[in-house]
């Protein structure tokens, strides 16, 4: 049997400024699992997190991540069919068109 690795989870001690700034001017996010939303809602704090999710436009790769998600306070919460690279980047470009207006 071979164990792969598809992604981890790099836990940080503290969201880097750039970072933060980044993020708060940004109005679509891109998650990849329920667990990024986690650790990103403990680096900033519940109140905090809650606060940024509720004004912001998320993609997520499933239906688990889209229930994280709305259980996280994200209210605008897309996801992308399950499908190839191509059609995932066709979505994503859709969702960026459509948040910047």
Same mark, same amino acid.
């Given at each position: 049997? %071979?164990?792969?690795?598809?992604?981890?989870?790099?836990?940080?001690?503290?969201?880097? *400024? %750039?970072?933060?700034?980044?993020?708060?001017?940004?109005?679509?996010?891109?998650? %990849?699992?329920?667990? $990024?939303?986690?650790?990103?809602?403990?680096?900033?704090?519940? $109140?905090?997190? $809650? *606060?940024?999710?509720?004004?912001?436009? !998320?993609?997520? #790769?499933?239906? *688990?991540?889209?229930?994280?998600? !709305?259980?996280?306070?994200?209210?605008?919460? $897309?996801?992308?069919?399950?499908?190839?690279?191509?059609?995932?980047?066709?979505?994503? !470009?859709?969702? #960026?068109?459509?948040?910047?207006?």
């Amino acid at each position: 049997m %071979t164990d792969v690795v598809v992604y981890y989870l790099r836990r940080i001690p503290h969201l880097p *400024r %750039t970072a933060r700034r980044s993020l708060d001017g940004a109005e679509l996010v891109v998650a %990849t699992s329920p667990s $990024a939303l986690s650790a990103l809602r403990s680096l900033w704090g519940s $109140a905090r997190f $809650a *606060r940024w999710a509720g004004d912001r436009r !998320l993609i997520v #790769l499933g239906e *688990r991540s889209r229930r994280a998600a !709305l259980a996280r306070g994200f209210r605008h919460v $897309a996801v992308v069919p399950p499908s190839t690279a191509q059609r995932f980047t066709r979505h994503l !470009l859709r969702e #960026l068109r459509d948040a910047v207006g």
